[in-house]
């Protein structure tokens, strides 16, 4: 198994247990995204690959659908202590695959650690429950209804790049701990990151064949999974075009969809300013807003725009802007398609007439973080996601007016509500068409035992660790019948 990521040598896939090279032939380049330069290859497996691995993943689900769950919780805590003691070699690769701070990759890692450690307690304390026959009317006492979860199969997790460790454990650890076994298809970007997660799983000494990680590109082995009969459930996190196509050749086979978003941050005019422009900042430009969570947009009440976009333009300009290795806020894009587009979004902004307060200048995929003002709804910036640091100022006229912009969106995943009023503030989250709603504070994904949905275009079914155990097990019902 390779482990330096600076050799440039291909990582292996993992199937039963062990490391191995693609008959294929093919890897597939990781660049990174600030330093310029491939700094690892990861396999392009086949078809008959895909195959192997799922035939290994269904043969050790069987033993693993019986194993205890204090066993099952044993390999997982080894696993949490393993990820903790590669926290600086892991965040290093993380940094430098994805161009995320190394603060933030080691955070990551630690924040996997304690994801791991509290689904396994959570799924210790899941119980089943009973149901007597004579509660339903006409019902008779002869009958006891004992419900239990049971495991669903093979369950095929696809993580997005952003946080390559953390939201593919927060799919892989579930998984397991509800009895299943887990195809691994990382994202290309976050490959390495991935396979270094898989690897800390090898050193706890998992059982074999109950994770397989399969790398390849998205048009030879992408659908072939998707459609594949021995998948019994699917957790796609990624854009929302992905998971409309992925949703649709997925027939009949359990899916959690976590997808885009456009999360408004609407500041009402009794609003602390200074305090919403915190949250706000904060939503919007940390990873450079490649968050699906990020604020994306600011509805504001007329009558304190100009002073929230002062305050807003003196922390934009505060921003730490160039390489993560330094710490950086905002830092180079994922590659330069995602920059291009989000130059698109800006151009087109400012061709209708937004005003730009600052930013609007670009090195290679550094986009420096950019304030659009007078922003409005004939503009595509106004809707679409731009994954990158780019905040748009539309100004309202009052809460209606910004619950209706908000609720025009395609998107539903969450929404910040800033006002002094919490009456006025529950009023407005009921009215908001989203998963979640944050009163004073930014969108953002934790605690990761909170529930974490999002409707519309932003997915389908529910995350959050006790909702993601739910999800990879369904309910079974064996009835009792007790002679009269």
């Known amino acids: 198994m390779t482990t330096n990521v600076l050799t440039l040598s291909a ?19 990781i660049k990174s995204p600030y330093l310029y330069e491939v700094i690892g290859r990861v396999q392009a497996i086949t078809k008959e690959e895909v195959d ?13 659908a019986e194993t205890s769950l204090q066993d099952r919780a044993k390999y997982l805590y080894k696993w949490a202590d393993e990820l903790i003691d590669m926290q600086d070699e892991l965040a290093e690769i993380i ?6 701070s190394y603060k933030d990759a080691k955070n990551e890692v630690a924040r996997t650690a304690d994801f791991i450690r509290y689904t396994i307690e959570e799924a210790l304390h899941m119980h089943g429950e009973s149901m007597r026959g004579d509660s339903f009317p006409g019902g008779s006492q002869s009958k006891i209804a004992i419900i239990q ?26 998984a397991l701990m509800a009895g299943n076994a887990v195809i691994f298809k990382p994202a290309t970007q976050g490959a390495i990151s991935g396979t270094k997660m898989v690897e800390a799983l090898h050193r706890a000494e998992l059982p074999k064949g109950l994770v397989n990680l ?5 048009s030879v082995i992408g659908d072939y999974l998707v459609e594949h009969k021995g998948i019994d459930m699917i957790s796609f996190t990624g854009g929302t075009n992905t998971g409309l196509h992925l949703a649709k050749k997925a027939t009949m086979v359990p899916l959690v969809l976590e997808l885009g978003g456009k999360d408004p941050g609407i500041v009402r005019e009794d609003a602390d300013l200074y305090e919403a422009a915190k949250h706000i900042i904060s939503g919007a430009f940390s990873y450079s807003g490649q968050r699906c969570t990020a604020i994306k947009r600011v509805l504001v009440h007329e009558k ?13 300009e505060k921003l730490s802007v160039g390489s993560p290795e330094n ?15 989000v130059q698109i979004l800006i151009a087109d902004a400012i061709g209708k007439g937004a005003a730009v307060i600052t930013g609007n200048k670009r090195e290679h995929n550094l986009i420096y973080p950019t304030l659009l003002d007078y922003v409005t709804e004939e503009m595509r910036v106004a809707w679409e996601e731009p994954f990158g640091p780019v905040l748009p100022i539309i100004r309202v006229s009052s809460d209606e007016e910004a619950i209706k912009i908000a609720n025009e969106s395609e998107f539903g995943l969450q929404a910040s509500i800033f006002t002094k009023d919490i009456n006025k503030a529950f009023v407005m989250a009921d009215k908001i068409e989203t998963g979640s709603v944050q009163i004073n504070g930014r969108t953002e994904r934790g605690p990761d035992h909170f529930p974490f949905i999002g409707v519309k275009g932003s997915g389908m079914g529910a995350q959050g660790i006790r909702k993601s155990l739910e999800s990879m097990t369904r309910e079974k019902v064996t009835v009792l019948n007790i002679g009269e």
């Open 327 to 341: 710490g950086n806020t905002v830092v180079p894009l994922i590659d330069e398609q995602s920059a291009d587009f």
């Open 52 to 64: 192997e691995a799922i035939y290994f993943a269904r043969e050790a689900q069987k033993d693993w």
């Open 214 to 218: 399969v790398t390849g590109r998205g």
């Open 11 to 29: 990582y292996e896939f993992y199937i039963n247990g062990e490391w191995k090279e693609s008959q294929s032939g093919q890897t597939i380049d």
């Open 95 to 100: 940094m430098k695959e994805v161009g995320k």
């Open 304 to 316: 304190v725009a100009d002073e929230l976009v002062g305050i807003l333009k003196e922390e934009v």
């Open 149 to 174: 979860r049971v495991p669903l199969g093979v369950v095929l997790a696809i993580p997005p790049f952003n946080y390559p460790v953390n939201l593919a454990a927060a799919k892989v650890a579930p």
